[in-house]
């Protein structure tokens, strides 16, 4: 029940593990006597435990907030384990969005911290003092994303770069070789968008260069720009009626949600109430008037015209099924990833069950805007026992049963939405990783 984060200099580990209210914590566990002291500290991801600590075991670095904060934006910080006390590092580094894999390494002298954030729409390696003070430098600038992160002792650099090229296919739900809607995206990052529009084209999520955006395109088509704007845009996105969409806009405490003309791309509105929230999944109401949206482990509501966000329920992906009026919702709890369904205007929660050995993915964007199909079968991410892949899943909730239609397609598959034509439509990630030695100035001497 526990993620290995690092291996403290007195023989104790640094882990991960969900607290009572299904959020990635970080402990200190000492395996000769079983002693676990929890730790103040929240971990900004849920498939990953990016924290280090230092040579000399005082401090510990991490992605993630303060535990007296959580509903603040993940970044990177250092805690000194003795006080509590926590500063920020690199304050004017942009935070990759939940898209991007982040990691963290400490320096071989212990006074500095190594990690990945944005430049603009670079992704770049920094380095920044760990008492919080000083000048932060930006080491270099990647071409793809990062899988991993590491500093040797002479202070050269060990990073994985991760390609991911992704493509959007089209799946029956009765099984069959996929087809490929469009061209190739370049190094983007599992768990972007697809979504299809009533017209028939679908918007997908792309990173090229380090610029990340949201295109759309019909099948076999050239793709173009989805929103006539400069900004950042990304996932996650929604319908929010046949002619207009929600999507995220921006970046860091910029980041808020946006409302697109599904016509021609104009940018119609900025939502301030959710304005820097960490958002993960996106629904709207079947009559348009609201949007429901995850961050920070609950569920939140916002009306469409802008308002105050109010907090809901627990929950880490959610969606709307617009036949029955219900929220569906996705906890990742202990246990098991757990899905549960609530009417729209409250009430008891239902659990929907789930067949004995599938597993639905630990993922915060698991549930797709249009998840739901018109007989009531959910699309879900499972991780089956017998693939290292996370494919698409079509879950009955009436029986429990999952069927997985793409046997035989070797990819993590996310955002996988029903199309009008009863198809799925669903990015899918092959899985390919380099391993990079840079030496920097002072290494080479």
């Given at each position: 029940?526990?993620?290995?984060?690092?291996?403290?200099?007195?023989?104790?580990?640094?882990?991960?593990?969900?607290?009572?209210?299904?959020?990635?914590?970080?402990?200190?566990?000492?395996?000769?006597?079983?002693?676990?002291?929890?730790?103040?500290?929240?971990?900004?991801?849920?498939?990953?435990?990016?924290?280090?600590?230092?040579?000399?075991?005082?401090?510990?670095?991490?992605?993630?907030?303060?535990?007296?904060?959580?509903?603040?934006?993940?970044?990177?910080?250092?805690?000194?384990?003795?006080?509590?006390?926590?500063?920020?590092?690199?304050?004017?580094?942009?935070?990759?969005?939940?898209?991007?894999?982040?990691?963290?390494?400490?320096?071989?002298?212990?006074?500095?911290?190594?990690?990945?954030?944005?430049?603009?729409?670079?992704?770049?390696?920094?380095?920044?003092?760990?008492?919080?003070?000083?000048?932060?430098?930006?080491?270099?600038?990647?071409?793809?994303?990062?899988?991993?992160?590491?500093?040797?002792?002479?202070?050269?650099?060990?990073?994985?770069?991760?390609?991911?090229?992704?493509?959007?296919?089209?799946?029956?739900?009765?099984?069959?070789?996929?087809?490929?809607?469009?061209?190739?995206?370049?190094?983007?990052?599992?768990?972007?968008?697809?979504?299809?529009?009533?017209?028939?084209?679908?918007?997908?999520?792309?990173q090229t260069a380090n610029q990340r955006r949201l295109l759309v395109a019909r099948p076999g088509k050239e793709s173009e720009p989805f929103v006539q704007t400069q900004d950042v845009t990304a996932a996650p996105a929604a319908l929010i009626s046949r002619t207009e969409a929600a999507f995220t806009i921006g970046e860091a405490?910029?980041?808020?949600?946006?409302?697109?003309?599904?016509?021609?791309?104009?940018?119609?509105?900025?939502?301030?109430?959710?304005?820097?929230?960490?958002?993960?999944?996106?629904?709207?109401?079947?009559?348009?008037?609201?949007?429901?949206?995850?961050?920070?482990?609950?569920?939140?509501?916002?009306?469409?015209?802008?308002?105050?966000?109010?907090?809901?329920?627990?929950?880490?992906?959610?969606?709307?099924?617009?036949?029955?009026?219900?929220?569906?919702?996705?906890?990742?709890?202990?246990?098991?990833?757990?899905?549960?369904?609530?009417?729209?205007?409250?009430?008891?929660?239902?659990?929907?069950?789930?067949?004995?050995?599938?597993?639905?993915?630990?993922?915060?964007?698991?549930?797709?805007?249009?998840?739901?199909?018109?007989?009531?079968?959910?699309?879900?991410?499972?991780?089956?026992?017998?693939?290292?892949?996370?494919?698409?899943?079509?879950?009955?909730?009436?029986?429990?049963?999952?069927?997985?239609?793409?046997?035989?397609?070797?990819?993590?598959?996310?955002?996988?939405?029903?199309?009008?034509?009863?198809?799925?439509?669903?990015?899918?990630?092959?899985?390919?990783?380099?391993?990079?030695?840079?030496?920097?100035?002072?290494?080479?001497?």
């Amino acid at each position: 029940d526990a993620a290995i984060a690092d291996v403290v200099p007195d023989g104790s580990f640094l882990i991960a593990r969900l607290n009572s209210g299904r959020r990635k914590q970080l402990h200190q566990y000492w395996p000769e006597t079983g002693r676990l002291q929890t730790l103040n500290v929240l971990l900004g991801s849920i498939d990953t435990a990016p924290a280090r600590i230092t040579p000399a075991g005082d401090r510990v670095a991490f992605f993630g907030t303060p535990l007296d904060r959580p509903d603040a934006p993940n970044q990177f910080y250092a805690m000194d384990l003795r006080s509590g006390a926590a500063v920020r590092l690199g304050p004017d580094v942009a935070a990759p969005d939940a898209s991007i894999n982040t990691d963290v390494a400490i320096g071989p002298d212990g006074a500095s911290v190594v990690f990945n954030g944005m430049a603009g729409d670079a992704l770049c390696i920094f380095s920044a003092p760990i008492g919080g003070s000083g000048e932060v430098r930006r080491l270099l600038t990647l071409t793809e994303r990062i899988s991993g992160l590491d500093v040797a002792p002479d202070g050269s650099l060990y990073i994985g770069q991760g390609d991911r090229n992704g493509e959007v296919v089209r799946l029956s739900p009765s099984g069959g070789t996929p087809e490929r809607i469009g061209t190739a995206l370049s190094n983007t990052a599992v768990g972007g968008v697809t979504l299809p529009l009533p017209d028939g084209r679908v918007v997908f999520s792309s990173q090229t260069a380090n610029q990340r955006r949201l295109l759309v395109a019909r099948p076999g088509k050239e793709s173009e720009p989805f929103v006539q704007t400069q900004d950042v845009t990304a996932a996650p996105a929604a319908l929010i009626s046949r002619t207009e969409a929600a999507f995220t806009i921006g970046e860091a405490a910029d980041r808020t949600i946006g409302l697109v003309s599904i016509a021609d791309g104009r940018l119609a509105k900025r939502l301030n109430g959710p304005k820097g929230a960490d958002i993960r999944s996106m629904a709207a109401s079947p009559d348009g008037r609201t949007i429901y949206y995850t961050a920070s482990g609950s569920v939140w509501s916002v009306p469409v015209s802008d308002g105050t966000p109010q907090k809901l329920r627990p929950g880490d992906s959610v969606t709307v099924d617009p036949y029955k009026n219900e929220l569906i919702v996705q906890l990742i709890e202990k246990e098991a990833v757990r899905l549960v369904r609530t009417p729209l205007k409250g009430g008891p929660e239902r659990t929907i069950p789930v067949q004995a050995g599938i597993r639905i993915a630990p993922v915060e964007d698991a549930l797709h805007p249009n998840g739901v199909s018109k007989d009531g079968l959910i699309l879900v991410r499972v991780a089956p026992s017998s693939s290292w892949f996370w494919p698409t899943g079509v879950l009955d909730p009436q029986t429990g049963r999952v069927r997985i239609p793409s046997i035989g397609y070797d990819a993590d598959m996310s955002s996988a939405g029903w199309a009008d034509d009863g198809k799925i439509v669903v990015l899918a990630y092959p899985f390919r990783s380099s391993l990079w030695h840079f030496r920097t100035e002072e290494s080479k001497r």
